[in-house]
Each structure stands twice: as C-alpha cells, then as structure tokens.
C-alpha cells in the first residue's frame, strides 16, 4: 500500500533555531517528492520538489534532501521566522498511473514562538 | 502566487440544502482537482478533471458532483448537505506535464460547516 508517513507531528521551536522535518513514503514506482507549506485556513503552497537522481534542493531558508534508496525525505529550516508557523507537507507521486496520483502525508504542524 | 479562487470561503448551512462551491482559474490549466481535508489529516482527492467536459471520481468516496463546462471553471455541488460533509474543500489545478510531473496549484479552500 502506498504510504507517506511524516515525523514528528507537531514541532514548537523558538525563533531564530533551525528544525528538521521528516518523510517516509513507500510510494513504488516513484516519479517525484513534493515539499509543501500550509498557512492556516490556506491552500498549500510548493516549497521544493525533487526527482529520483536529486538529493538536495534549497528554496531559500528551506533545504530538502531526498534518499530514493531509503525512501526518506527531510525539510531543513534554517534560522526560523514567526511566518514558518504553518503544516508541511510532504507530497510523493507516483508515475504508475496516468494521473500521476499523488499521496499526501498528514503534515508536521510547525509553531515558532518569539 | 497562485491565480486560483474558491469562494465562498467559509460556509455554514442547515442539513438538506443544496450548496456548490465554485473554484475558477486564470492559469488557463487543463488540469483540475478537488480535494477534502479535515483538520490534521491528510488530503483525500475526491474529483479530478483532465478538460471540459472530462470528469472523474477520485480516491475518496464522495455524494459531490462536479461538472467542467469551461476550462477556467470547476464547481462542486452537494444536493443536500449533511454533517458528515463538514470539512475544509481545497481547489487545485495544474499545467498539462508527463502525470505525476506538473505541479498542482491550490486555492484558499472553503471550510464547510452543517449544521
């Protein structure tokens, strides 16, 4: 079955700290993993994405890397802001299908504090 | 940022009544997409559409219907909304890529709630 499972479920940090978000998937065949900010009461927002033969991407404060041979993905906030207070989430697709369907994890709920 | 709409944004409504939720784009996307999601659990797909006149069912079991008469248009419609409907609504569309390689732009969402 496929699956996204991510870690930890919720995260409190204080401002100014750096924090690492977790992502296993079990998604076969895979195309790509997805990276996603969600703002209370908002639509989510494309953070990165990555492919098979990508290990690292970096959208400013926010670094992904990706392990294909794990199955594992991490999001690597640097130097958090109060505006990073959001769900992330992580999003695999799979290239088995001619949807391209993608599978959602449930999100880490990120809270900065000042 | 995203040039997709979804109104209303939120919603309260009695069970029984008939609503429909209305998501347009100005992205000119051949792709769109309905999703649910309650709070902290993940997005289920309920409907997707390839093109006008193309409609399909997604993974989640759901008593909305939806219809795609215009390429920027795709409204969803409950006959008659009951509690167990109460959930946030995402909108989401995306650019004609190989499946799987495009990615899915989404609006606001609408959170409905029946009383």
């Known amino acids: 079955k496929n699956q996204v499972e991510q870690s930890p479920q919720s995260l409190i940090i204080l401002e100014g700290k750096n924090c690492t978000l977790q992502?296993?998937?079990?998604?076969?065949?895979?195309?790509?993993l997805r990276w996603y900010k969600q703002d209370t009461g908002r639509g989510p927002v494309s953070l990165t994405i990555?492919?098979?033969?990508?290990n690292t991407k970096s959208n400013g404060r926010y670094t992904a890397t990706l392990d294909a041979d794990t199955k594992q993905s991490s999001l690597h906030i640097t130097a958090s802001q109060l505006s990073d207070s959001a769900s992330y989430i992580c999003?695999?697709?799979?290239?088995?299908?001619?949807?391209?369907?993608?599978?959602f994890g449930r999100g880490t709920q990120l809270t900065v504090w000042p | 940022e995203a040039d997709i709409y979804q109104t209303p944004r939120y919603l309260v409504i009695g069970t029984g009544k008939k609503i429909t939720l209305e998501c347009s784009q100005t992205?000119?996307?051949?792709?769109m997409y309905w999703y649910q999601q309650d709070p902290g659990m993940e997005l289920h797909l309920i409907h997707y559409s390839y093109g006008v006149n193309s409609t399909e069912k997604g993974d989640l079991s759901s008593e909305s219907t939806v219809s795609r008469i215009r390429t920027e248009h795709f409204p969803l419609t409950l006959e008659s909304a009951r509690p167990s409907h109460t959930s946030q609504y995402l909108c989401?569309?995306?650019?004609?890529?190989?499946?799987?390689?495009?990615?899915?732009?989404f609006g606001p969402g609408t959170r409905l709630l029946v009383l």
């Open positions: 992205m000119g996307h051949d792709k």
């Open positions: 999003v695999v697709s799979d290239r088995g299908s001619t949807l391209g369907r993608l599978y």
């Open positions: 992502c296993n998937y079990t998604v076969s065949p895979f195309s790509n």
């Open positions: 989401a569309s995306s650019e004609d890529r190989h499946a799987g390689q495009e990615t899915q732009y």
């Open positions: 990555m492919t098979f033969s990508e």
